[in-house]
């Protein structure tokens, strides 16, 4: 045919089957934010402080009666350590869910870019996994991955059976424990960012909701009853009490794990609901 | 003809022929770019239809003469008076803007009166022509109800009753159907038609052409900043001879009838699109017309009927605005 | 020929509120106009024929899948152009596109290859590259067009797509839909008040009220009485024409720029050249054709 068609050509690709619905969303959040400089910037800070540890852990492992003799006590590489490097890690758990999260699904909203996506085959769900998965990826990326990586240095470096005894379930439980954390914050600051318009107010909220809880209640009730039922609100600090548990260290705060881990349960669940109610009433039309 | 500043019961009417609204080598700039360039008009009283592409100044000219925005050079003249220079003026003027900027807690009559009030009327009086605007407005049934519920069609509804409730002597609606249904648009059509027959300027800003040509004959067309067509849109048209008039046919033998018809020297040209449809192009539409109905009865092909395809404003609109870019 | 939509006793409530009364329809394939007043229920009916909404009672069944267990199925095969904006902050057009594709299933490079393709179709070819944000409401309007038909959808659904534009774009924008629904079979539902667009683009049309099927007619002018009725519309001294016209018997009504003529018994049209010739060129009539019920009148009726 010398002439091609120039109208409207119909297409006969083919639908990827059961494709992950999600994962465009997760890659297109992401890729918003990763090339930006700040981010790498915060990402490579990041991973400066984990190089750090991972000096410690050389010379805890290697130099362990040296400094033993100039600090008077034993110092090691075990559980306590790595959940220590975790610890440390929340600034940046903070940093990178305010920056990367309070705007994903407020600038949604403000676009109404929300019928969008409800008008294509992905479900509420969905949407909430591929937002999940942009806050998830840059948490993961300055958490479980390095420290995963760390122990596996410690590992190669102090290949006794000694040592891996004692350190061996770090990855399962960093896994479980990076997953909790990242539903933690990500739930909350979704339900957030779809409640709020403005990121100043979005990042201010969940703060408050996940860092410290309403604190003078919690020193109210404190004062009054004794018992600090109310800092279980405190999701961070019960993220810390249950790391804590499970890596056999100790923390300054008061509430017992088991609890601490219900109450992180019933955060997230509870957000999710919030979360969904505000997405469900999606005017498709007007 | 001094202009009365202050609210009293009666409003001037202004006798139809009064030019109410010049604008006098207006120009208004935007830094470099230029939004109107030395435009220079009369709107009378009646309805005018204010047209133009996007981004053809069409927005700025409309805000200019409401007094919404300063022009950079020229004046706005209305009733001969400077509209930069008297405030008082405003009074005049009614404003439908396209904007969705309502006050959503107060009920739709709460909201009129209290723009009545800002006009200075007394509660009475404000009172009295806010229900006189919301019956013309068809939104009596829902005055007392929060304008936050308001269904869009209701919203613009009430838009255009604060545009006339202070009975301007120019009103200004800039796309005032928008979000309306059907029989909204076409309630509304009527009342801009009257509020223009009451001898009120009534400029229409829109694209819809099909609905400003069932509101009025009298355009206003701005391209590039300028004004590219004033007056009445059948002069305009015959003006436009570039563009012979374009009338299908439908007949029984079309190509028997091209026969007849290309005979005369009112037809420039016949095409046979079908074979009962026949399309003739004519720049003589008053001879034309006149001797059809000969051709209709002696011609010895029925005719069935015929359309003028290109008598309409769209069509007006395409012509004036390729030719003129 | 199979309905594209089909729906039995469709009825939707928010809460306490029932939206839907219990709609039966069958929608043709081809092209559909959706009409009705604010607040008639056709942005629900909308939603639950893209499964979004819970179907019970009644059944709705689009392009053969069940809206109730198939939601997925069905919104892998239908576009959407939403009347409000909906830009996704950051990207330009081809982006944008492209992530629409993929969203629905494609690969990313067949999203990509047929994005570009889709905006060269609605033309936005030479903008693709630009920032959303400096898009003229016109561009916008197309980009919403493109990433609903980035996917090749068999029916597509459209509200008020030439909102905001100029009189060529939405000329541009009509033809763009007529091409895509008479050229290459694809179905498409228009919501829309304006009637001329419907007119210009769609077969047949559905008018809601109340949550209830009012009216469902082609588009096509139903003639009032074939051989009896003709409107004459043009300029010059109509008064005569009608005075003339009733001395003869023939009723005559005033209708906008024109009358509306009802022939005398046994009469046929030949009986208004006459009087058109008596008249000459006193009387310039340029439109002269049977009278139909247009949309505009059976909207009116049907929702009065």
Known sequence: ?286 | MSVPTTMGPETPVMRPGTAVLECDALTRWYGQVIGVNSVSCTVHPGVTGLLGLNGAGKSTLFKLMAGQLKPSKGRVLLLGHDLAHDIGLYRWIGFCPEQDALYESMTGREMLVYLLRLHGLSPREAGARAEGALVRTHLIDDADRPVGGYSKGMRQKIKLAQAMAHDPAVIFLDEPFNGMDPVSRHESMALIRELGAEGKCVLVSSHILHEVEQMTSTILLIQNGRILAEGNVSDIRDLVERHPHRIAIETDDARALAAILIGAEDVLGVRVEAPTRLIVESNHPRLFFGRLPEVALDGGVPIRGYVTEDDDLKSLFEYLVEDGS | MKPIIETHGLVQSYGPKVVLHGIDLSVPPGAVGLLGPNGAGKSTFLRSILGLLHVEPGAVRVLGHDARDEALAIRRRVGLVPESDCLIPGMNAVEMTTYAGELVGMSHTDAKERAHQVLYYVGLGEARYRELESYSQGMKQRLKLAQALVHDPDLLLLDEPTNGMDPPGRESMLQLIRDVSHGQGMNVVLSTHLLPDVEQTCDHVIVLKDGRVAEERPVERQLIDAGRVYDLRGRGDLDALASMLRDRGHEVEAIQDGLRVRLAEGHRSDAIFAVLRELGESVQVRHFLEAGRSLQDSFVEAVS
């Open chain 1, 1 to 286: 045919m010398p002439i091609y068609e120039q109208g409207y050509q119909r297409w006969n690709g083919e639908l990827q089957e059961r494709p992950l619905r999600w994962w465009p969303i997760v890659r297109q959040g992401v890729m918003a934010y990763l090339p930006q400089r700040k981010y790498l910037l915060l990402l490579g800070l990041a991973w400066i402080q984990k190089i750090f540890d991972g000096v410690q852990v050389y010379g805890r492992l290697k130099g362990g009666e040296v400094l033993e003799g100039l600090l008077g006590a034993r110092v090691d590489a075990g559980m306590p350590f790595f959940w220590a490097s975790m610890d440390n890690s929340m600034i940046w758990v903070v940093i990178f869910t305010i920056m990367v999260g309070s705007d994903l699904i407020a600038a949604d909203r403000r676009g109404k870019a929300l019928q969008l996506y409800f008008s294509k085959p992905i479900t509420r769900n969905d949407y909430i996994v591929g937002k999940i998965g942009v806050i998830a990826t840059f948490l993961l990326l300055t958490t479980w991955l390095p420290i995963l990586l760390l122990w596996l240095f410690a590992v190669m470096i102090e290949p006794t059976t000694a040592y891996f005894a004692r350190v061996w379930s770090v990855p399962l439980l960093m896994t479980v424990y990076s997953v909790l954390l990242v539903a933690t914050a990500g739930m909350i600051m979704l339900a957030v960012s779809a409640t709020a318009q403005r990121s100043v107010f979005i990042s201010v909220t969940w703060i408050v909701l996940f860092g410290y809880g309403f604190v003078p209640v919690i020193e109210l009730v404190q004062a009054i009853t004794g018992f600090e039922a109310w800092s279980l609100i405190n999701m961070a600090g019960n993220l810390g009490q249950i790391g804590a548990w499970w890596f056999g260290a100790e923390t300054g705060f008061d509430v017992p794990p088991v609890l601490a881990l219900g109450a992180v349960l019933v955060g997230i669940v509870a957000a999710y609901w919030w979360l969904r109610r505000k997405i469900e009433p999606v005017e498709v039309v007007l």
